[in-house]
């Protein structure tokens, strides 16, 4: 029998682990910690709906290892293991490192490989697939949010270094990860600029969009 093509795309969510005092930091002096875990907890399940929805594969990548999950991460693994999605731990000293790191893994496997953080809820179903479909004529695709950063990066092919030295968390990220892209000598689409959520004005957007 001859075997089935492997899917061509897989979409990589970037999480960090749940815990109480150290996710959604900006929404802490209006919803507390826990408020604030749960607000983290909410957006990744979100996204995570979003991009099963999309049809491809799925992976989870956590920020850490931990040895021992606590209840605060029960919520999502048991979304992420009912699922059985294949989970990773993020590799890299830096965001830049990190993203390019699991790019690089992904496309030994699959054409092209896109990851999306888990404050993005905004990249519903349909965004996502255009993503992948924008990778077919180039090596990357970038997602631009309000805040001068990015929702989501997919690629078709990875060049080391080619997000080194970005100013992560500054509104400058989209523009200085554009001019890496054309240093290595990538060629890259912007799709149309979308939000992620930091601070509590961006939480009560969300609460408005569901």
Request: proline share 7%; charged share 25%; hydrophobic share 40%.
């Amino acid at each position: 029998m001859p075997q089935s093509n492997p899917p061509s795309a897989v979409f990589l969510q970037f999480a960090k682990w749940p815990e109480a005092g150290k996710v959604k930091t900006r929404l802490m002096p209006e919803l507390g910690p826990v408020g604030a875990l749960e607000a983290h907890i909410r957006l990744t399940l979100k996204v995570l709906d979003n991009l099963c929805a999309t049809g491809y594969p799925v992976e989870f990548w956590w920020d850490r290892e931990v040895d021992e999950p606590t209840g605060e991460a029960l919520p999502i693994l048991e979304e992420v293991e009912g699922a059985g999605l294949i989970q990773m731990v993020q590799q890299g000293s830096s965001l830049g490192e990190r993203m390019e790191a699991a790019l690089g893994q992904s496309l030994q496997e699959y054409d092209r490989a896109l990851i999306v953080g888990s404050d993005c809820p905004s990249v519903d179903p349909d965004y996502a697939r255009h993503a992948v479909a924008c990778l077919s004529d180039h090596d990357v695709v970038l997602g631009p949010s309000d805040d001068g950063g990015y929702v989501l990066i997919g690629a078709s092919r990875v060049v080391e270094g080619m997000l080194d030295d970005i100013e992560w968390g500054t509104p400058q990220v989209l523009h200085q990860t554009c001019e890496r892209l054309e240093k290595a000598g990538l060629s890259y689409f912007l799709l149309e600029p979308r939000w992620d959520v930091d601070e509590p004005e961006d939480w009560a957007r969300f609460l408005g969009s569901r």
